[in-house]
Structures are given as structure tokens and as C-alpha cells.
T-cell receptor, first 114, second 109 residues
Framework: GAGVSQTPSNKVTEKGKYVELRCDPI?????LYWYRQSLGQGPEFLIY????????DSGLPNDRFFAVRPEGSVSTLKIQRTERGDSAVYLC????????????FGSGTQLSVL | QKEVEQNSGPLSVPEGAIASLNCTYS??????FFWYRQYSGKSPELIMS????GDKEDGRFTAQLNKASQYVSLLIRDSQPSDSATYLC?????????FGQGTILTVHP
């Protein structure tokens, strides 16, 4: 596609439920990133993939968060046992590859945990 | 100390003025530097990148980098109301970007 696509655009869930957020990067981009942004803050790094493998997952806040990119294209961010503090905009970005940190962002998924 | 810090703002300038946005970073390994613009309710949009010390100009935007002082700035000349947004400084190292908290810029007619 022309840009980074994220689905759903909005997700409302109840505390304790499981959610999956999907990201489809720009065609040909090998690096894919997940960030989280709370109101009034800059994006906070979660994890990035180079190809199928997680190159750096140091930003995942705890073991309730997990992300996969099985075929090196689409990625899914998975959050188990959601908490109200997980409410934020989850941003996905892609870049052409290693050494090119010029990120292009999708429109984000607004996650609300009630 | 935060890894990337931006002047707190909000910053308000009149239309036609120069807006100056500043950013400092802590990790000397950092090699790439970016400015993103984010309109309310939208995702960040890349407007400038800079990799070497000095100035880089693109239209009304000038990015300035001083690695010795660990300082990056963005100047917006002839500011327009459409420039009103949050400006995010981002610093690249180890394959990823670290963002500042953003500075809200308002350009009033």
C-alpha cells in the first residue's frame, strides 16, 4: 500500500480482556516499529523488527505485551489482561531498513480500556 | 535526565515571525536527528532530517545540529497559522528513534 496501515483505528475493551492491534507497513520496508503515545507526551518506543525478528524489544513494559511479524511484513501487537493504564494511541511505523531511521507512521490505534 | 528534552512551550508567535524550537539529547552515540510535526488527533509526520553538524534548509524550515553541545533546533521562517501543531524532536541510535515530549506551537494571525 501507499502508506502504513493500522487496524482497528479505535478499540474499546474491558479491563482484563485480550486485544490485538495490526500494522501493515509500507511495501518494501523491512523495519517495523511500535510506539505508544499518551496525551501530551511524545511517542514511547516499544519494539522494533528487522525482517521477522525482534531487533529490540526493550520498550515493552511487561510480559503482558507481545508482538510478532511472522512473514516479515504485517505485524500484530498483542496485549493480554489489559489494564486501564494501557489506554493510549498505539502507533506503528516503518522504514526502509537497517541504518535508515527515517520512520513513516500509520494513523494509529486509539485503545481505550474501561 | 530525559534522553531527549524539548523546550517546554507552549510557544506562541505572530504570523510571519520566526519560530524557534529547541532540543537537547543525552546519548553521544546518536547519529541521526529528526523533526516531526503532529497535528491534533493525527500521527507524526516527518518534516526534517539532519545527520551532520551545521544547518540544513528546506523551504521555510532550517534544522541546526551541534553534536558537541548535543543540541538540535528547528527554525520556521514566515510562520503561518497552518504551522500550528506539536513539534517532536527525535534522535536516532541503535536502530530506533527516541522522541522528546513535544513543543506546542501556535501561530496567531
Amino acid at each position: 500500500g501507499a502508506g502504513v496501515s493500522q487496524t482497528p483505528s479505535n478499540k474499546v475493551t474491558e479491563k482484563g480482556k485480550y486485544v490485538e492491534l495490526r500494522c501493515d507497513p509500507i511495501s518494501g520496508h523491512t523495519a517495523l516499529y511500535w510506539y505508544r503515545q499518551s496525551l501530551g507526551q511524545g511517542p514511547e518506543f516499544l519494539i522494533y523488527f528487522q525482517g521477522t525478528g525482534a531487533a529490540d524489544d526493550s520498550g515493552l513494559p511487561n510480559d503482558r505485551f507481545f508482538a510478532v511479524r511472522p512473514e516479515g511484513s504485517v505485524s500484530t501487537l498483542k496485549i493480554q489482561r489489559t489494564e486501564r493504564g494501557d489506554s493510549a494511541v498505539y502507533l506503528c511505523a516503518s522504514s526502509p531498513g537497517v541504518g535508515d531511521e527515517k520512520l513513516f507512521f500509520g494513523s494509529g490505534t486509539q485503545l481505550s480500556v474501561l | 535526565q530525559k534522553e531527549v528534552e524539548q523546550n517546554s512551550g507552549p510557544l506562541s508567535v505572530p504570523e510571519g515571525a520566526i519560530a524557534s524550537l529547541n532540543c537537547t539529547y543525552s546519548d553521544r552515540v546518536s547519529q541521526s536527528f529528526f523533526w516531526y510535526r503532529q497535528y491534533s488527533g493525527k500521527s507524526p509526520e516527518l518534516i526534517m532530517s539532519i545527520y551532520s553538524n551545521g544547518d540544513k534548509e528546506d523551504g521555510r524550515f532550517t534544522a541546526q545540529l551541534n553534536k558537541a553541545s548535543q543540541y538540535v533546533s528547528l527554525l520556521i521562517r514566515d510562520s503561518q497559522p497552518s504551522d500550528s501543531a506539536t513539534y517532536l524532536c527525535a534522535v536516532g541510535a541503535y536502530g530506533k528513534l527516541t522522541f522528546g515530549q513535544g513543543t506546542i506551537l501556535t501561530v496567531h494571525p
